[in-house]
């Protein structure tokens, strides 16, 4: 990485303690992109909640094919890290947990509405769509394609509610 920026490695460590400290500083920025998604989709109660859950992920798909990266980082970070560092495995599930953590309040207000289940249990609903949307992502990567991405969202969205939702993701 440092010969490819042509970054001395004073530089580098000036600004970073070590390779994980950089990496855990990169998920942070990402998880404030994240946060910023979540603010921008799910805490608009102008729109039904189910809608801006889509919506968010949806988002977060555009987000993707505008990087170049059909996937999500923390997975793609997850699936390479977890395995050899206690430090990024316990992070990376933070971040996920966040994540669902936020979709489950809005899940809830679905449930208050009568869009879903009175004995929907909205923060399980809310890990498994984080999971599923997982998946689907490295599906996406490793296809090149949103197609895994879309399919998911359709399905998942079709499962909990009996209503296919589809929306222009472009």
């Not at 971040?95 to 249990?121: H, V």
């Not at 923060?123 to 998946?135: K, N, P, S, T």
Request: net charge negative; glycine share 6%; aromatic share 8%.
């Amino acid at each position: 990485m440092l010969d490819t920026t042509r970054t001395p490695k004073g530089s580098f460590y000036h600004h970073f303690k070590d390779k994980e400290d950089f990496a855990l500083q990169v998920l942070d920025t990402y998880m404030s992109q994240v946060h910023a998604g979540i603010d921008a989709r799910l805490r608009h109660t102008d729109r039904p909640p189910l809608t801006r859950v889509r919506d968010f992920f949806e988002m977060t798909q555009k987000s993707y094919r505008e990087k170049g990266y059909m996937g999500c980082l923390i997975g793609g970070l997850g699936q390479e890290l977890s395995g050899v560092s206690d430090v990024f495995r316990e992070k990376i599930s933070q971040c996920f947990s966040e994540i669902a953590s936020e979709m489950a309040i809005c899940l809830e207000e679905a449930r208050q509405l009568g869009e879903l289940p009175k004995d929907t249990n909205v923060q399980e609903m809310a890990e498994r769509l984080v999971d599923c949307w997982e998946g689907a992502a490295l599906r996406s990567r490793l296809q090149r394609t949103p197609a895994s991405l879309n399919s998911m969202l359709d399905f998942y969205f079709l499962a909990v509610t009996g209503v296919r939702q589809r929306q222009d993701a472009s």
